[in-house]
């Protein structure tokens, strides 16, 4: 009876930890902040030129969705470009698409929230995410090494002006701004003290 009663709490001991293990995978699975917007091809291209993107450069895509930004990167100008995407079908899709573009071997998409990247090895950071989390990637963006260009569809970054600020007119009729900052990243006050 005994034996019984240990092999009945080993096995509800066992059941409880494979219990535990699945509630933490589900809540480490973090749905995306924003819903993918493709950024239009045009928009892309000028994103690239304004931050005159090299095959000497590094490239990084945060919530880089189907991928477009960081394949155009490599397939244009032989950068190398990390693409880092949250949801796993879109993961899925950017790869299937780089290597449909033959730039398998200079792009890397990865399945990460983009909040806990490393981005000091990063040349170029792109981003088309909205403002209020552009202001959270901040820290990061303080690790950049100066001289590295962060470029953005449409938001900007509260209290930091950009350097350069272009317009795209879009085949549609729409129109896309696209923003440029050099790092290290200046505040608005520390225009004022220049002066």
Not at 77 to 84: L, N, Q, S, V
Request: glycine residues 6%.
């Amino acid at each position: 009876m005994e034996e019984m009663s240990r092999r009945n709490l080993k096995t509800l001991a066992a059941a409880l930890l494979g219990c535990a293990a699945l509630a933490a995978a589900a809540s480490a699975a973090k749905p995306p902040d924003v819903d993918f917007v493709p950024t239009p091809h045009k928009v892309v291209r000028e994103m690239l030129k304004l931050a005159r993107v090299t095959g000497k450069d590094i490239v990084y895509d945060l919530g880089c969705g189907d991928g477009r930004i960081v394949i155009t990167a490599a397939r244009t100008a032989g950068a190398r470009a990390w693409g880092f995407e949250i949801d796993p079908d879109l993961v899925e899709e950017a790869r299937l698409n780089a290597e449909k573009e033959k730039v398998g071997r200079l792009v890397t998409i990865e399945e990460r929230d983009i909040f806990t990247v490393d981005l000091s090895s990063a040349s170029v950071v792109m981003l088309y995410l909205l403002p209020e989390l552009n202001v959270k990637l901040l820290p990061q963006l303080a690790r950049l090494r100066p001289g590295a260009r962060i470029v953005s569809h449409d938001f900007g970054i509260e209290g930091y002006p950009p350097d350069v600020t272009t317009t795209v007119h879009q085949y549609d009729g729409k129109v896309s701004a696209v923003h440029l900052w050099t790092a290290p990243l200046r505040k608005a006050t520390d225009y004022f003290a220049l002066d």
